[in-house]
């Protein structure tokens, strides 16, 4: 584990360095999630064919550090993970975002295009309003969801992989990264992402179609790659099927959308 200290947010932000010869990614996880949890394994998937990853632990989130008077918006962890990659000195990565880290991937790129030499999302955040984790929590209080909100989405989420990755959040963390993906932000994720002028893809799970918002980057010209037998945890619900959608997305060309009955 590496780590920055990150002077105006008095805190330090934490990512796991993996080595490997060729293109340099950069993983980016959602609501409630970690770097590793989510993409340990498949940034090692022979699919990818090696190359160094960088697993970041957004601020709130994993271990990095948790500052209290941190807002948590997509902007502003954005703005984090761009002085990890000045920090490092690395060339334009592979930038690869998971739902509300794909909205952070997408805000990055089209703040520091230099950063960024391929974009991909899966499932991101792209407009206001939210999603089934996000919403739900937006909707409370934020000293109650503190107090007992966190506690009770622990509690009753149906996922045991999920509750795992959350205990190791701040629950101001999330709640505050809730308000802000049901707030949005103005220009939205949705409209960066058909403007970013570098190559971008769209990753989305079979059991999540149909998806509006794929469908709408499919229209503006967006690669969009289906991942068979997966949810909105494509990394999780079909580790080798994401991974190989991956590797298609950071080809110079990438397969259009494949119908699930047909993907490999």
Known sequence: ????????????????????????????????????????????HPALGGGRALLVDLLGYGLSDRPRDFDYRMDSQAATV??????????PVDLVGHSMGGAVAIRLAASRPDLVGRLVVAEPN??????EFSAPVAAQDEDAFV????????????RPDYAARLRLADPRAVHRSAVALVTGDVPA????????????????GELS???AEAEDAAEHGIPVLEVPRAGHNLMLDNPDGFARALARALTDAPSPLVPAHQSP
């Open 1 to 44: 584990m590496r780590e920055l200290f990150l002077a105006e947010e008095r805190a330090h932000i934490r990512w796991i360095d993996m080595p490997g010869e060729g293109p340099v990614r950069v993983f980016l996880h959602g609501l409630g999630c970690t770097g590793a949890s989510d993409f340990a394994h498949v940034a090692t």
């Open 82 to 91: 761009a002085a990890v990659l000045d920090h490092l000195g690395v060339p």
């Open 126 to 131: 792209l407009y206001a309003g939210g999603g």
């Open 147 to 158: 107090a007992e909100g966190f506690a009770r989405m622990l509690a009753d989420t149906e």
């Open 189 to 204: 994720s949705g409209k960066l992402l058909i403007d970013f002028a570098g190559p971008r893809s769209f990753l989305v």
């Open 209 to 211: 179609l149909p998806h």
